[in-house]
């Protein structure tokens, strides 16, 4: 019988095992403590448990599913790893320190089926949702064999859209948040959405306290269906509309991601437009210069068209942060380096 990842498991679904087992309830906070406190990947060093049930753990579960493929460091601190799964797929996840703060940008998927023009993850088209466990291992391995071994932030920013596995990722929320798991405040948690909109509606009845961002890259649908295949499906009114209906349902402010590309939605009358689109509406836009990628034709517009197009949204009253695009050297962008790997 194949092992399965004990980290699938919530506190209160291991309880029922450890209790089917007639063994002492209290032991499976024991193991959750050895595993999400300690960073321990081998039952037999979990000192305070009994040896016979070490023993059963053993032979019914591991810890960790995913194996370190590649990793590199950025100039900046910024550290990327590419991992392999069981099943020979290729995972990514990088921690990017910055000043009191260190956030792991976190995969949700092998491959990405939407497809967005800056992004290299949708080349390779779609493998496999992740497991709740999966994604615990990227955050773990972060947390404890990182450089920095330390997290404060979560992003789920990697490669997949996080609500097309809704479940999954949930649920290692829910783990990353609790005093039991990895006790990482809900608003240090931040799910990145292309724009799934029955996501974003059934994230809003949660109770959460995490954070949303859109990934929006433009402010009129011609151009956004360049960019984002899925806003064929999902276009930009009933998007905004979704996104007040999500502030005013959990009156949590939504970020909006802006990636400024080169010759397509950085000019003065884009940044004019996203103003007006986003007029009344308590959210603030992080403008990101795109990362070069070569094979998609897609580079960042010159530094003072940058200035211009910020100074124009700020006009309009928008809450502007222009982001350094982090981990340049080791190709840190979305799916990037696992497009290489895979590409050997
Ligand atoms: S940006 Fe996100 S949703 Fe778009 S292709 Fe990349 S991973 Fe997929």
């Known amino acids: 019988m194949q092992k399965e990842n004990i980290k699938n498991l919530s506190l209160k679904e291991l309880q029922e095992i450890v209790s089917s087992w007639e063994e002492k309830l209290f032991h499976a906070r024991q193991v959750f403590r050895w595993i999400y406190k300690k960073g321990i990947e081998d039952f037999a060093l979990m000192s305070d448990l009994p040896p016979g049930l070490r023993k059963k753990l053993a032979e019914r579960f591991i810890i960790n599913s995913l194996q370190l493929s590649k990793a590199a460091q950025s100039s900046d601190g910024t550290e990327k790893f590419l991992f392999e799964s069981s099943d020979h797929n290729f995972i990514e996840a990088v921690s990017i320190p910055a000043k009191g703060r260190v956030t792991g940008c976190i995969s949700t998927q092998a491959g990405c089926k939407f497809?967005?023009?800056?992004?290299?993850?949708?080349?390779?088209?779609?493998?496999?949702?992740?497991?709740?466990?999966?994604?615990?291992?990227?955050?773990?391995?972060?947390?404890?064999?990182?450089?920095?071994?330390?997290?404060?932030?979560i992003v789920f920013m990697g490669t997949g859209e996080p609500l097309d596995n809704y479940a999954e990722v949930l649920k290692a929320i829910r783990m990353i948040n609790s005093p039991d798991g990895l006790n990482i405040g809900a608003r240090r948690i931040t799910i990145s959405t292309a724009g799934l909109i029955p996501g974003m509606e059934k994230l809003s009845k949660e109770g959460l306290q995490i954070e949303l961002s859109v990934s929006l890259h433009a402010a009129d649908n011609k151009t956004r269906d360049l960019i984002m295949p899925i806003n064929k499906i999902y276009p930009l009114d009933n998007l905004i509309s979704a996104c007040r209906a999500y502030f005013k349902k959990t009156n949590r402010q939504v970020t909006f991601e802006y990636i400024l590309i080169k010759g397509l939605n950085s000019d003065l009358q884009s940044a004019q437009k996203l103003g007006r689109m986003l007029t009344g509406m308590d959210c603030?836009?992080?403008?990101?210069?795109?990362?070069?990628?070569?094979?998609?034709?897609?580079?960042?517009?010159?530094?003072?068209d940058i200035a211009l197009f910020k100074n124009a949204l700020l006009k309009t009253g928008i809450n502007v942060t222009l982001r350094k695009p982090r981990g340049k050297d080791i190709e840190a962008a979305c799916g990037q380096l696992r497009l290489k790997y895979e590409k050997r």
Do not use: M
């Open 115 to 153: 497809g967005c023009a800056f992004c290299a993850s949708g080349k390779l088209g779609f493998r496999r949702n992740l497991t709740t466990a999966e994604v615990l291992d990227e955050v773990l391995y972060l947390k404890n064999k990182s450089s920095v071994k330390k997290l404060t932030h």
């Open 284 to 304: 603030k836009v992080n403008l990101i210069p795109a990362n070069p990628i070569t094979e998609q034709q897609v580079f960042p517009p010159e530094s003072k």
